[in-house]
């Protein structure tokens, strides 16, 4: 089985796309084609550099099995996590259809606007930036930071 490693950045600069036979694991760069695309507002995110992202996916042959991280089930259909290169061509309501870099960044931007903070985003940089591993106060014992007024 021939498998590889795709450097996506764009929602993160640490995102990665992994294909494994006929099969990728997207990661958070791409959703299901109603889903559209990954926010590109975090540190180190970037919405043109997304785009690229999401084109070297596309260049994958249509058939590749897509396998999704995130589902929201939009318009409240069930959870969904696989699709393929095909699909997304062709119905992805962010990058389908051959949509332009600058209406992509144009979109993207304009909405990551109105997007809120997420909820577990704080705990959530605290434990990725040291690897996956929960941070400690000088007795050892784990211990998360949250701002009550900062935020
Ligand atoms: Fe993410």
């Given at each position: 089985m021939t498998c590889f490693a795709i450097y996506t950045?764009?929602?993160?600069?640490a995102c990665m796309v992994h294909v494994m036979g006929d099969a990728?694991?997207?990661?958070?760069t791409l959703f299901m084609p109603d889903g559209g695309s990954a926010r590109?507002?975090?540190?180190?995110?970037d919405a043109g550099t997304l785009y690229d992202s999401i084109q070297k996916l596309l260049a994958?042959?249509?058939?590749m099995r897509l396998f999704m991280c995130?589902?929201?089930?939009?318009?409240?259909r069930d959870i969904r996590w696989e699709t393929t290169v095909g699909d997304e061509k062709k119905?992805?309501?962010?990058?389908?259809?051959?949509?332009t870099r600058a209406e992509f960044i144009a979109f993207r931007t304009e909405r990551d606007a109105t997007l809120g903070m997420p909820r577990l985003i704080l705990p959530s940089l605290q434990v990725n930036m040291r690897a996956g591993r929960l941070p400690t106060d000088d007795s050892g014992k784990q211990m998360l930071k949250v701002p009550v007024n900062g935020l």
């Open positions: 950045p764009g929602h993160t600069p990728a694991f997207v990661g958070d590109a507002d975090f540190p180190g995110g994958l042959p249509d058939e995130h589902d929201y089930g939009p318009d409240g119905h992805n309501i962010h990058v389908g259809g051959n949509k």
